[in-house]
């Protein structure tokens, strides 16, 4: 194993910076619209595509991605599993179900109200999920994301069978595959929503820490174990419902880069939590760019484009962990 | 002091803790001893709020350990788990910093800092501080989790075995620091232990349970000879004086 | 048969073949019947298909909640179809001869799940480990699949029928004889194989000491199950948690492991779910195109109790 470690804790997130801020300079340069950034620069360019689109899009993408890798840090840490994440463990799918009946029972309901429900739904789902994962055994631990990914293939499946009756498999099928291009200015700004809880994580990074290590360690040291579980839950319900509302469901982010960033700068949230979300942001922006640039000017769904690119990083992953042991 | 009063515990038909009451005055150091299944570990969770109480009253302090705020309880009481896996990536010196956390809440000042630097030099981790604790071995780790839990520096320490998986120089070592910690720094050290002779050495006072009672409670030249020991693990160890000091021998066919 | 539980299936699986063909008849009688005969022999090639290739598979893998879905070889297989088309463009996929294809596709999923599985097996990764692998290489060749799907014509892609979707309703008849053929051909290899099935399954070691070719025989095994997976993906597409679903339920009915037993148990219990399951869709509850999504639902609930209840003991 290669033993990749920023000593400087500082490293990472000044590297991710640079990078981050690379990629949204492209990416406001990148669309059909065809306005480029010397043209922006010069002012002589369409400003008005940037503001309304190219600007929001970049800042859904940054603040989804953040949202979803600190979601999947919380989530590791409270099943104390490295491999689930909410996009795979049916948070995201009971998101998606919760919208699917909200629409259904109230179809004009305000983007708000859609939110709130698939926040409670995601809520319920992921409170069962990890309800189960405490009681699957500790030496099993591929057991906990593989009961996870089935666990939410059949909240989908349930879902898709409702849609099916219903005639809204078309609708379904937006909320089920994240996509960037419809991000509008005034459409997105729920994600808000995610940078807030991502600060809210930040504040309690050393209870959160802690708790990864235990509910007896933590009562130990003096935390009430409980409530923190329902922080957590709440964070992750969130931040995921936001996500699948405006942009549909992205897969992986909230598996690998925690993982990855693990890795090179260990556990400890408070040191690590900003260079997650930097590079969750990194990742989808860089695959949100990739779908625009893959068949331009035709775009490909960053939801299509993270499936490829996450299942490559986790498989890598997990042979690289097997390997270790 | 720790009061235990009346204390019993039962999981479906299986009875852990039968009518147990003790009282552990402050000071010195308290050796649990005892065979597989007696009851020592359920009574340290349940007197460190680990599990709830079923029946009978636990205080510490004249605080009852189940109505107290968790986060009070935690700069009266540490206690270090038989269970020494840590699953997340942390460094010796992160690990033992969290041992701060119910004083400073995530603020670490300089006292965080001295103590934490006390406490590596204390069981000799100055030299693994910065390695993630998944590179260390058994023994090591053990040692930093004991380090973590000295660094709480709260009034009383609660061990489980902390014996396991160190070898007879760190056995020795670690058992020498518990003394020192308790003569030195006034602290109340109650710790599980297996090895009788470790507790008839360091100790103040040795409780023996048995199926879930106290079946033998005082000081170890009282406590440690054939009569008690057959009455606890049901066979005869014969028993010798080194020094003043008593010694079982059960190694003899 | 000794066993009367095999009996009952068989009788079970026959009345809902006659209702399959009787219940329901208008207008043109030849015309409907043919079809419904085609239709029928599919389905029937598909149970059959499903339930070797499960049995087969889990035996080998010495797993009972492993299946070849699980482990993505129909995402393989729908990956393999829709690159040929993206290398080969449309225009000369569709006008190659439909079996020669099948033939070509069946090959190509050989290849990809040998040098896939082979490895986990030779390394004697755990379970889990190995599930949760197949999972994810599933989604990566879901993903795969749909990446390509937009990136190429789209008139190619409509060459490519198998969607992501299982569907027993529009079954691929212009196949269904040569499928039929190579079902027929592996239902016969198996039937030979059965007892050296049960020595496999004892495990790799005590199979070795009784004198197998261990190797040879995995990789026969594996073979097998990637034709009839291709087998029955090609007619009604991905099948999930199929294939499992009918195996834990077939192995309640006749109490057995053994393969002379539980491949025709499960053979039977497939037919009757599909061909019953079909049947009662289209004539009781109206939308017919549902049943896959309900038998994936059903089999996905099946599967996470197997877990559960493996998990504990």
Redesign the interface.
């Known amino acids: 194993m290669i033993a990749l470690t920023f000593?400087n804790p500082a490293t990472l997130p000044i590297l991710a910076s640079i990078m981050l801020t690379l990629l949204c300079l492209i990416s406001l340069g990148v669309g059909a619209g065809g306005t480029s950034l010397a043209d922006l620069w010069h002012a002589s360019g369409d400003t008005e595509i940037l503001a309304i689109s190219r600007l929001p899009r970049t800042l859904a993408a940054v603040l989804a991605g953040a949202g979803l890798a600190i979601a999947g840090l919380i989530m590791q840490a409270i099943a104390?599993n490295r491999?689930v994440e909410p996009a795979t463990a049916g948070t995201a799918q009971s998101a998606e179900l919760g919208i699917l009946l909200v629409t259904i029972l109230w179809p004009a309901a305000a983007l708000g109200w859609k939110a709130l429900a698939a926040s409670l739904a995601a809520v319920t789902g992921t409170a069962l999920f990890l309800m189960?994962a405490h009681r699957?055994?500790a030496t099993?631990?591929?057991?906990v994301?593989?009961?996870g990914?089935?666990?939410g293939?059949?909240i989908g499946?349930?879902a898709?069978?409702i849609a099916?009756?219903t005639d809204l498999l078309q609708y379904l099928s937006v909320w089920s595959?994240g996509d960037f291009s419809g991000v509008l200015r005034g459409r997105y700004e729920l994600l808000w929503l995610g940078a807030i809880l991502v600060a809210v994580a930040w504040l309690i990074?050393?209870?959160l820490?802690?708790m990864?290590?235990?509910?007896?360690?933590s009562?130990?040291?003096?935390?009430?174990y409980a409530r923190m579980l329902q922080i957590g839950l709440v964070i992750i319900a969130v931040i995921s419902a936001v996500t699948v509302v405006v942009i549909g469901i992205i897969?992986f982010v909230g598996l690998v880069v925690p993982n990855l960033v693990?890795?090179l700068m260990?556990?400890?949230m408070?040191a690590t939590l900003p260079a997650t979300a930097l590079s969750g942001a990194i990742l989808v922006l860089g695959c949100d760019i990739l779908g625009r640039l893959?068949?331009f000017p035709?775009e490909?769904p960053v939801g299509?484009?993270?499936?490829?690119v996450g299942?490559?990083l986790?498989?890598f992953l997990?042979f690289r962990r097997?390997t270790d042991a | 002091m720790i009061r235990i009063e009346q204390v019993s515990l039962q999981y479906g038909a299986a009875e852990i803790l039968k009518n147990v009451s003790l009282t552990i005055p402050k000071g010195g150091v308290t050796a649990l001893i005892g065979p597989n299944g007696a009851g020592k570990s359920s009574l340290l969770s349940l007197i460190s709020r680990l599990q709830s109480l079923q029946a009978g009253s636990i205080t510490i302090d004249d605080l009852p350990v189940d109505t107290t705020p968790s986060r009070e309880m935690a700069k009266k009481i540490a206690i270090l788990r038989q269970d020494n896996q840590v699953g997340s990536r942390l460094t010796v010196k992160e690990l033992v910093g969290f041992g701060r956390f119910p004083h400073n809440r995530g603020h670490v000042t300089q006292a965080d800092a001295d103590m934490v630097g006390e406490a590596l030099k204390l069981f000799d981790l100055t030299d693994l501080a910065g390695r993630f604790l998944e590179t260390l071995s058994g023994g090591q780790r053990q040692r930093a989790l004991v380090a973590m839990a000295f660094c709480q520096d709260t009034d009383y320490l609660l061990l489980d075995e902390p014996l396991n998986n160190l070898d007879m120089y760190f056995s020795r070592e670690l058992m020498r620091l518990l003394r020192w910690i308790a003569d030195e720094r006034g602290k109340t050290i109650v710790t599980v232990l297996h090895d009788i002779n470790y507790g008839g050495g360091f100790s103040d006072r040795i409780i023996a349970m048995k199926h879930g009672q106290v079946v033998a409670d005082g000081p170890p030249r009282e406590l440690v000879t054939t009569e008690t020991l057959r009455l606890i693990y049901g066979f005869d160890i014969p028993v010798t004086l080194i020094d003043g000091q008593p010694v079982a021998l059960p190694f003899t066919k | 048969m000794h066993n009367r539980g095999l009996i009952i299936l068989a009788l079970s699986a026959l009345a809902c073949i006659v209702c399959f063909m009787t219940l329901g008849l208008r207008g043109n009688l030849a015309f409907v019947l043919e079809l419904r005969l085609v239709r029928l022999a599919a389905l029937v090639e598909v149970g059959i298909a499903i339930a070797i290739s499960t049995v087969v598979f889990q035996t080998v893998t010495a797993n009972r909640i492993l299946t070849p879905s699980i482990m993505g070889i129909d995402a393989l297989y729908v990956f393999g179809q829709i690159l040929l088309v993206f290398l080969f463009g449309g225009l000369a996929y569709a006008t190659l001869d439909a079996r020669l294809k099948f033939f070509g596709e069946i090959v190509l999923l050989m290849t990809m799940a040998c040098g896939l599985i082979l490895p986990m097996l030779r390394a004697r990764w755990d379970t889990g480990l190995m599930l949760l692998c197949g999972v994810v290489v599933g989604v990566l060749f879901r993903s795969l699949h749909s990446l390509l799907a937009r990136l190429i014509d789209p008139n190619d892609y409509a060459v490519v029928q198998t969607g992501s979707f299982v569907n027993f309703n529009d079954v691929e008849t212009d196949l269904v004889l040569i499928a039929s053929l190579l079902t027929a051909a592996a239902l016969a290899g198996i039937w030979r194989a059965r007892h050296i099935l049960d020595i496999v399954a004892l495990g790799r070691d005590a199979a070795i000491g009784l004198g197998i070719e261990w190797r040879k025989t995995q990789i026969a095994c594996l073979l097998l199950v990637c034709a009839l997976v291709a087998v029955s993906t090609t007619l009604v597409g991905p099948v999930a948690f199929l294939g499992l679903l009918l195996v834990a339920l077939s192995e309640r009915i006749v109490k057995t492991r053994r393969h002379a037993v539980l491949i025709p148990a499960t053979a039977l219990v497939s037919i009757i779910v599909l061909v019953g399951g079909q049947t009662l869709f289209q004539h009781g509850l109206g939308n017919s195109s549902t049943l896959g999504v309900v038998i994936e639902f059903a089999g996905g609930v099946v599967f996470l109790i197997l877990l559960w209840r493996g998990s504990r003991t």
């Open positions: 000593r104390r491999f189960t699957l055994p099993q631990p591929y057991l994301p593989l009961f990914l089935v666990y293939g059949v499946a349930a898709t069978f099916w009756q595959n990074a050393d209870r820490t802690i990864a290590l235990g509910r007896e360690t009562i130990g040291l003096g935390i009430d897969p693990s890795r260990g556990d400890n408070r893959i068949r035709y490909i299509t484009v993270m499936g490829v299942a490559i986790f498989l997990l097997h």
